[in-house]
Structure formats: structure tokens, C-alpha cells
């Protein structure tokens, strides 16, 4: 049996981290080092953690004793790869976070220092803890209480304020519904591992069990963020709380509601036997996956503000996985053999997204950290100073695009080619699929917005009064290190599929073993699904990219063929003028019509405040637009 | 052996593409009453922008590589297609997915290439750009899709075979509606929205010229084509006699019709408005909704 000895080095770490805040009080730069350095190496225990159980192929279960309380923990393969992915973004936020707090007044950083360590310590919980009583409610609260105080403090209180409370509110909700749920089992005894509530479900009836599954759809989805709930607080927590943390929420917190939405309906539920009724609630799943994706993004697509940008897109990718979850049950119900496949494509894109969205916001906290606004419509032409971040920016856009050869595009395929494959007889799973491919096109217009607008086009100089310079190094090196795992989920989806294997082979009572994923080959380059002897669907993001090179190159050799030289010239605007801050083209121009016709989804209203500025708001709502 | 079948289909490609640009400025010539330019010119234009400078109006070296890669991305695409009825070398590492996406990639290197340009006349042709792709992107995959419904494979092959195999309503509904969308796909009148160049200039491309704006009018080219092609393969694909050479012949020759009338239907229209067009390809977008429910329906 592998021990549980690193976890408790990694939350000692965490708790360490705690203390030091408190007594080194004042001495601020002592306060960011020793705190980045106790929650690293917390990060690195954790991970080790994660690997013992991975590599040794066994989960790990005890029950702790907390002043006559007793609390079930449970480590399988499903919590040690979400442990891992935890530890990952965990890393990259805090280190990013060492540089970023550099310029902060003192007063907040000490009591960031504080909370950071206690909110990871609540995320470790979340994912280890076996019960939906005092174990859960002590994570839960850790977690919830820490990041309501890591938003409030992100920005001015004034702005800050509101949306830090409607964050809590939502959380102790979800809380509510999600620990009062485990009373409809019949003979629940507070405190009852998950497998047990399971078995007490079995003999409380149908009626009971859809009320039970329908609260914590509620409760877990209130995390998720999936529509219409996710709308309620994410894009002002996100936006809100300042950009490491907001990479840990969109990253990891975000995804331990998807890991409670699978050990609900992918364990749980199966010990509730005839109650539950796969068939129901994988259409449900579906329906809401599909509306989440949709809505979400569409309204992405409306902000001038990145981070909230960034915020409604989160609540988009995860729609996918949402989606992916239902149509695994439907297909798992209808004995095809493309469950598991779906499966593990829903949970490659959870660890694909919080790699990419944390890349994501962290970039967003570089452009804030050396331009000082969130409006989009200020920015421009940024590629020319600052262009690491720039390339890495490009490289997370393009991964979240799901564009061929990137890391989105293979969870998508997997996701989508799956959902496909096993809907081809079923109205709802093409039509969700279709709503899913439309959608990556929105993905991807937001996406273009955020890089074009910001990095590529003109106006940065023009619009901000101070010098804008690369970030400092400390920013760029955990950014580098999130994008070159960001590269290895591209580039290594065999590496990756077999992981999301092995997670699963060594976690039990899940509901789709025995169909497992046979129709599914690895091959060094990419993954292929076949039906019998018939290749039916098949990625390579190493045979894409070489195929994309190889024709550059002859695009290049045509380029040059002629031996044309390049010469540097103004932007023509027909002779009339020359390109200035005044006809520079704005963010709030960009797809003005689809913009408008696409109204009746919500979120129009687009004003940013940047913090420097509470009094009047530089973005003006679709005024004066040019389409 | 496997690898000349890409290079047939690049060759393909390649050498057709400007050919159908020379017939389209043809038909359209005489139906205003002009002589035309004779159908070979396209070729010619293409190596005297080959000849000329690189103007550079952004310093970005995104600007330079979008026309590199909107051009790869393209051939790309062109590189997985079953042509003539013959499966690509690339079908065990790519399918349909993989082809819809380097399509939108092919767009999304012009958008990028002109957002870099800091033109605002490219940035409006980039808006309208990406919102024609948002909107026009799912009838092609769902004219795919329908494929993959009655085929139940991904493959390239199997899903465009899998478009014509039974000819139902689904059918008949989905070709109704990619012949209409088509006139979009190949951005002529009424949906030439994006460059418009009466009105801003030909968008996304006013600050390219030179060898940059060649491979640009080439992927344009080469993207026309492609949509011709996969109304042909698809839609009547299940007519072709089985023989590569003869399929190939026939195929080419159902491009060019197509394309006869592409143009005359672009040389009859007035342009739409970007929101008189939009709501144009919702309907379409409906309407292939319901082919595909249609589809999976068995009709």
C-alpha cells in the first residue's frame, strides 16, 4: 500500500507558508520569498504524491480522526492526476505571483500571502476527501473562504467588493445543495464515505435519488460555472481577483467541480443502482453542456475587457466537458464502446484547459502588470516590446482555438469525433456536436480579438500615457514552464491518453469499466479509433505540423522565387491621412453585427473601469461602432 | 507511390486553381458586355506580383508569416483530400476534423495577417471576415457531418461517399443549401462582404502587395477551388465510374460548370450589407440543421 506521507509533508509545507505570513508580518519581501518558496515545495510534495499513486497503481484510502469526527479520504487515480494537475498550476501562480506582487502595497500582499496557501490547502481537500459531510464541508469552506478573500483583495474595494460577495454567496449555495443532498439516502449517517451514500441510495427510491442528483448537478455546477450559473459569478470573480489567482480559479478550481461532477454521476451513481437512469441524465448533461458551451462563448466575444474575456470563455471550454460527460453516459448506456473514449477526451481537455486558460490569465497579468489597463480597446501593437509574452499568448490562443496541431484540438477531437461516431443514430448528440463545432469557430474569433487587438494591430503607444517594456523575468519563467507542458499535451497525446488510462485503472467503482477505451490505438505520433478492422477517425498533431512546415517552406521558396525585396512603408489610408490614435481600429468595432445579432444571449453590456480611473468609464457601449 | 498521390493532389490544385479565377473574370466580362482578359491571365498577374516588391506596413513578423501560412494551411487541407475517388496517404493520420480545421486555420492566418497590417481598412475586413467564417464554417462540417451520419466514419473518404449514398430529402436539402452558401464560400457578389474593394478596399488584404498578395490571391484561389471540388465529390460523387483518370476528367469538368455559374450568378447581384448577410446565413445554417436532422432520421 503506497503511503499518504507526501501529501502530509505538502499541506505541512502550505501550513508553514501560513505562519510565516502571519509572523513575518510586515517584512514584505521576506513574506513573498518564504511563501513562494514553502508553496513550491508544497506543490512538489504534492506532485510526487500524485505519481506514488499513478506509478504504483494502487489508491490509497484511510479515515482521519478529527476531535471524534471522522472523515474519509480517499486518493485514487482520478484525485492523484487532478492532484497533479493541482501542483502544476499551483507552481506556475505562485511563482508568477512572486514577481507580480512586487509593486502592490505591502497591507496586500501580507494578507495574500496568507490566504493563498489556505485556498490550495482547500483545493487539496476538495479532491482528496471521501464524503459529503464534515471532510467536505471543512475543504469546501477553506477553499471558499480564502478565494472570497483572494478576490476582495485583488482590486480596489470599490470595485471589488460586490463581486467578491456574490462569489461567496453562490459558493456557501452550492455548499448548502451539495452537503444537504447526502440526507435523501435513506439511513445517512453524516460523515458516510461517497461509495456508501451510493449504497443508501439504492434503497431510497427513484424520486429520491433524481432529487439528490439534481442538487448536486446544482451544487457542482455552480462551480463549473454551467449555464445559467456559471453566468452569476465567474466573469466578475475572474475578473476581479488578481491574475495568479484568477489562473487557479479558471484553472483548478473550476475543475474540481468537474471532478465532483464525475464522481457523482461516474461513481456515485452507480451504487445507486436502478435509481439512477443513465439514459436521462446523460441527455440532460448533454443539453446543459451544449448550452453552457454556446452561451458562454458567444458572450466572451462581446468583452472589451480581456480578463473578462478570458472569464466567459472559461465558462465556454467548460460547456465541452460538460457535454463530453453526458454524451460518454449516453453512450455507455447504448453499450457503444466509444464511452471511454469520450470520456477520456472530456477529461484530457479539463487538464488541456487549466494549462492553457492559467497560460491565459497569467499573460493577462503580464499585459496588466506593464500596461496597466484591462480594455482591450487601449491596447495594440504590443508584439514589437513585448514579444515573449506575445509568443506565448499566440501559443495558449491558438491551444484554446483548438486549431490543428495544438493541445485543444486533440481533446476537442476526442471529444467531438467521439460524440459523432457514437450519436450518428441519436438527433441530440449530432446536434450537440454541430452546436460544438460552430462554437470553436466563436472560440476562436474571441481568441483572434484577444491576440490581434492586444499584441498585433497599432495603438498601445498612441493610447497609454507610460512606457510599456517586457515583463521582468519572474513573470516570464512560469509562463514558459505552463507553455511547455501546453506543448507536451499537443505533441504527446499517446503519453497523455495512456495517463488518463492508468488514472482510471486505478480508481474503482467507476462506472464505465469493462468497455474501457479498445476502440482507441495509440501511435507515436497521434491517436486513431477503429470499429473492427475500419479506421474510423484518426489525429497527428506531429504529421499536421510537419505537413503545415513543409508547404510554408514552399510557400517561402515562392516568395522568394522571384527574388522580391521587402521595403518598410506607412499604412496607407488613401492618401488622406496617417495611421493615429484616432483612426486606429478599436475592439468595440470588432464583429459589431454579430455582436448585435446575437444580443438576445446575454452580457452586452461592455464597460471596463480600469482601477487607476473609478470615476469614468473608457469603454462606451456600442457607440459609433464601424462595421 | 503513396506520397505522389499528395503531390498529384497539390499538383492538382495548383495548376487548376487560376484557371477557374481566369473563367470566372471571363464569364463575368461577357455578361457586362466587355471582351475579358484572356483565361490565362490570372497566371500572369500572379508572376508579375511574384516580381515585385514586399511592401511592409507593420514591422510585425506576423505579418510576413500569415501569408506563408494561410497559404499552407490551405494545401494542407487540399493534401488530405480523396481525390478522383482515392483515398490520401495522410487518411491514417488526419480525417474530416482535421480538414475543417485547417480550412479555418487557412482564415485565420488572413485575419491575423491583417489585424498585424494596423490598417483599420483591414481590421472592418477582418471583422467581417471572421464573422463569415463563424457563420458559414458549420454548413460545410455539417455537410460533412451529414456524411458522417449515413457512413458512420469519420474518414474523409467514407463521409464525402457517405453525403451522396442515399439521396433522400436530407440530400437534396443539404445540396439546395451548399449550392447557395457556395456563392459565400468563394466570397463573390452578393457575399464578396469581406473585401469589398468598392467599399473598404479589399479588407483584410489592402496593405499587402508583391509576392505576399500573390500567395494570398492563390490561397484565395486554391480555397474556391476546394469548395467547388467537395460540391462535386460530394454531392455527385456517386455517379463517377470508378476509373481515377475518368473521375478525375469528369470531376474538372463539374468544376468548371460550377464555376460558369458561380460567376453568373456574381455578376447579377448586388452586394448585401454584413447584417442583411448574416441574417441570410442563419437561415442557411437552419436549414442544414434540419438536412442533417433529417439525415439522421434516415429520409
Not at chain 1, 441527455?283 to 480578463?307: C, E, N, R, W
Request: proline share 4%.
Amino acid at each position: 500500500m503506497t503511503g499518504t506521507e507526501a501529501l502530509w509533508l505538502s499541506l505541512a509545507s502550505l501550513l508553514l507558508s501560513f505562519l510565516a505570513a502571519f509572523l513575518l508580518g510586515k517584512k514584505v519581501r521576506l513574506v513573498r520569498l518564504t511563501g513562494t518558496i514553502l508553496i513550491s515545495l508544497a506543490c512538489f510534495f504534492l506532485a510526487w504524491q500524485g505519481v506514488m499513486i499513478l506509478g504504483a497503481g494502487q489508491p490509497v484510502e484511510l479515515e482521519l480522526k478529527l476531535a471524534g469526527i471522522h472523515i474519509p479520504v480517499l486518493i485514487d487515480g482520478l484525485s492523484a492526476l487532478f492532484l497533479l494537475l493541482l501542483s502544476v498550476l499551483a507552481l506556475g501562480s505562485t511563482l508568477f505571483a512572486y514577481g507580480y506582487y512586487e509593486t502592490t502595497e505591502t497591507k496586500i500582499v501580507q494578507k495574500v500571502y496568507l490566504a493563498l496557501p489556505v485556498f490550495i490547502a482547500g483545493l487539496v481537500g476538495l479532491l482528496t476527501v471521501d464524503d459529503l459531510g464534515p471532510g467536505f464541508t471543512l475543504a469546501w469552506q477553506l477553499m471558499a473562504i480564502s478565494s472570497y478573500l483572494l478576490i476582495r483583495w485583488g482590486r480596489p474595494l470599490k470595485l471589488s467588493g460586490r463581486p467578491a460577495l456574490v462569489y461567496l454567496v453562490f459558493m456557501e449555495m452550492a455548499w448548502v445543495l451539495i452537503t444537504g443532498s447526502a440526507f435523501l439516502a435513506k439511513g445517512y449517517h453524516f460523515g458516510d464515505s461517497l461509495a456508501a451514500v451510493g449504497q443508501k441510495l439504492s434503497g431510497s427510491g427513484p424520486v429520491a435519488t433524481a432529487i439528490f442528483l439534481v442538487m448536486l448537478l446544482l451544487g457542482f455546477g455552480l462551480k463549473t460555472g454551467i449555464f445559467p450559473l456559471g453566468q452569476l459569478w465567474i466573469p466578475g470573480a475572474y475578473s476581479t481577483a488578481s491574475p495568479p489567482v484568477s489562473a487557479l480559479l479558471a484553472g483548478i478550481l473550476e475543475k474540481t467541480g468537474v471532478f465532483g461532477l464525475i464522481r457523482i454521476f461516474f461513481f456515485v451513481a452507480r451504487g445507486a443502482g436502478a435509481g439512477f437512469n443513465p439514459d436521462l441524465w446523460g441527455q440532460v448533461l448533454v443539453v446543459v453542456g451544449t448550452l453552457t458551451l454556446f452561451v458562454g462563448t458567444v458572450q466572451a466575444i462581446k468583452q472589451s475587457d480581456y480578463l473578462r474575456l478570458l472569464a466567459y470563455s472559461s465558462i465556454g471550454q467548460v460547456g465541452y466537458i460538460v457535454l463530453a460527460l453526458g454524451s460518454s453516459l449516453l453512450a455507455w448506456h447504448s453499450g457503444s464502446p466509444l464511452a471511454g473514449i469520450i470520456f477520456a477526451g472530456a477529461v484530457y481537455h479539463s487538464l488541456n484547459h487549466g494549462i492553457f486558460k492559467s497560460l491565459l490569465f497569467l499573460t493577462g497579468g503580464s499585459l496588466l502588470y506593464a500596461t496597466g489597463t484591462r480594455d482591450l480597446n487601449r491596447l495594440g501593437g504590443l508584439l514589437a516590446v513585448m514579444p515573449v509574452t506575445g509568443l506565448l499568448a499566440a501559443l495558449a490562443s491558438y491551444s484554446i482555438s483548438g486549431m490543428p496541431a495544438s493541445s485543444g484540438f486533440v481533446s476537442k477531437w476526442l471529444m467531438i469525433a467521439g460524440n459523432f461516431l457514437a450519436g450518428k443514430d441519436s438527433l441530440l448528440l449530432t446536434m450537440a456536436g454541430i452546436v460544438a463545432l460552430f462554437t470553436a469557430a466563436f472560440t476562436l474569433a474571441c481568441y483572434v480579438k484577444f491576440f490581434g487587438l492586444a499584441f498585433t494591430s497599432a495603438g498601445a503607444g498612441w493610447k497609454l500615457k507610460r512606457e510599456i517594456r517586457e515583463v521582468p523575468g519572474s513573470l516570464l519563467v512560469p509562463k514558459i514552464f505552463l507553455a511547455a507542458i501546453c506543448l507536451s499535451q499537443a505533441f504527446l497525446p499517446a503519453v497523455y491518453v495512456r495517463l488518463i488510462g492508468r488514472s482510471l485503472a486505478t480508481t474503482e467503482g467507476f462506472l464505465l469499466t469493462g468497455v474501457g477505451a479498445e476502440g482507441l490505438k495509440t501511435n507515436p505520433i497521434g491517436l486513431q479509433i477503429f470499429e473492427g478492422p475500419a479506421l474510423l477517425a484518426a489525429v497527428a498533431p506531429l504529421a499536421m505540423l510537419a505537413l503545415l512546415l513543409v508547404l510554408a517552406f514552399l510557400a517561402r521558396w515562392l516568395r522568394q522565387s522571384a527574388g522580391a525585396q521587402e521595403a518598410r512603408v506607412p499604412a496607407w489610408l488613401c492618401g488622406y491621412q496617417d495611421l493615429n490614435k484616432n483612426n486606429v481600429y478599436a475592439d468595440r468595432n470588432m464583429f459589431s453585427d454579430l455582436k448585435k445579432f446575437f444580443r438576445w444571449t446575454g452580457a452586452n453590456k461592455n464597460v471596463v473601469i480600469d482601477d487607476d480611473e473609478l470615476s469614468e468609464s473608457v469603454g462606451r457601449e456600442e457607440k459609433g461602432v464601424i462595421s | 507511390m503513396k506520397v505522389t498521390a499528395v503531390i498529384i493532389n497539390l499538383l492538382y490544385f495548383l495548376a487548376l486553381a487560376p484557371f477557374l479565377e481566369g473563367v470566372m473574370r471571363k464569364v463575368t466580362a461577357r455578361i457586362q458586355s466587355r471582351q475579358g482578359p484572356p483565361l490565362y491571365q490570372p497566371y500572369l498577374d500572379l508572376l508579375k506580383l511574384l516580381g515585385k516588391e514586399n511592401l511592409n506596413a507593420a514591422g510585425h513578423p506576423v505579418f510576413r508569416l500569415a501569408p506563408l501560412l494561410a497559404f499552407a494551411s490551405v494545401l494542407s487541407a487540399v493534401a488530405l483530400l480523396p481525390l478522383a475517388g482515392q483515398s490520401s496517404f495522410l487518411a491514417h493520420s488526419s480525417d474530416l476534423m482535421t480538414l475543417i480545421y485547417f480550412l479555418t486555420l487557412s482564415g485565420f492566418f488572413i485575419l491575423i495577417g491583417a489585424l498585424a497590417s494596423g490598417n483599420p481598412f483591414a481590421g472592418v475586413g477582418a471583422s467581417r471576415e471572421m464573422m463569415t467564417i463563424i457563420m458559414l464554417e458549420p454548413v460545410l462540417a455539417m455537410t460533412l457531418i451529414l456524411g458522417v451520419v449515413r457512413a458512420g466514419s469519420l474518414n474523409l473518404l467514407a463521409a464525402t461517399g457517405g453525403v451522396s449514398s442515399a439521396r433522400g430529402l436530407s440530400y437534396f436539402l443539404m445540396m439546395a443549401v451548399y449550392l447557395v452558401a457556395l456563392q459565400a464560400f468563394v466570397s463573390r457578389q452578393p457575399f464578396d462582404i469581406p473585401e469589398a474593394e468598392v467599399e473598404i478596399l479589399e479588407g483584410p488584404y489592402i496593405e499587402y502587395s508583391g509576392p505576399n498578395y500573390a500567395l494570398f490571391r492563390y490561397t484565395l484561389n486554391l480555397k474556391r477551388m476546394f469548395y467547388s471540388w467537395l460540391f462535386v465529390a460530394g454531392f455527385l460523387g456517386f455517379w463517377l465510374p470508378g476509373s481515377p483518370v475518368l473521375n478525375l476528367a469528369i470531376q474538372t469538368v463539374l468544376i468548371l460548370v460550377l464555376f460558369v455559374l458561380i460567376s453568373v450568378v456574381g455578376a447579377t447581384h448586388p452586394r448585401f450589407r454584413m447584417d442583411q448577410a448574416l441574417k441570410f446565413y442563419a437561415v442557411l445554417v437552419l436549414l442544414s440543421l434540419v438536412a442533417v436532422g433529417l439525415g439522421v432520421r434516415g429520409w
